[in-house]
């Protein structure tokens, strides 16, 4: 028996009482591990999706009102290889992903990532590297604050935790 996942949010009303469920993707497969950013008119959901048999990012559009503006998600990285573990940022005009990606190497993984118009457009169709040194880059965290973007991860090099900070 396959176990399925999809992604399911509650709405915070301004009444601080929580809203009703609802799905924002029901894609065959799994799809997992959430990080979701906000705009000031919508929100940004993203998570890691297997519907195409291999680990990729989509993300969905939702509304303050509960709509799910892209339901069958934007591809966000969609390269052979695993993409995993995505965050979310924005900066005021576009949003910036970042991800867990294994395109260099089956036995190592990365940090790369792509910014996306609030319209759901991607700018960097194809991504860029954040960090592609040797060994593992995991887990990756991102904020944005004083005209940069901050992006931490897990690195494997040191056995320490190490941070790049990358500004548009």
């Not at 028996?1 to 929580?18: D, E, P, Q, R, Y």
């Not at 319209?119 to 604050?145: C, E, K, N, R, T």
């Not at 320490?160 to 900070?165: I, L, N, Y």
């Amino acid at each position: 028996m396959k176990v399925m996942f999809c992604i399911i949010m509650g709405v915070v009303m301004n009444t601080l009482s929580w809203g009703s469920t609802f799905v924002i993707s029901n894609a065959d497969e799994s799809q997992e591990f959430t990080s979701i950013a906000y705009d000031g008119t919508h929100y940004f959901v993203v998570w890691h999706d297997l519907r195409n048999g291999n680990y990729d990012i989509y993300g969905s559009r939702v509304s303050q009102d509960a709509i799910v503006m892209d339901p069958d998600g934007i591809p966000i990285s969609t390269n052979l290889a695993a993409a995993r573990n995505p965050a979310i940022a924005f900066d005021g005009d576009n949003y910036l992903i970042v991800w867990r990606d294994n395109r260099n190497s089956s036995t190592k993984s990365d940090i790369y990532g792509a910014r996306v118009s609030r319209s759901g457009q991607i700018i960097d169709p194809d991504g860029f590297a954040v960090s592609d040194s040797y060994h593992h880059q995991l887990q990756p965290a991102l904020a944005f604050g004083e005209n940069c973007y901050l992006v931490a991860w897990e690195d494997t090099r040191d056995k320490a935790m190490q941070t790049s900070m990358a500004e548009e």
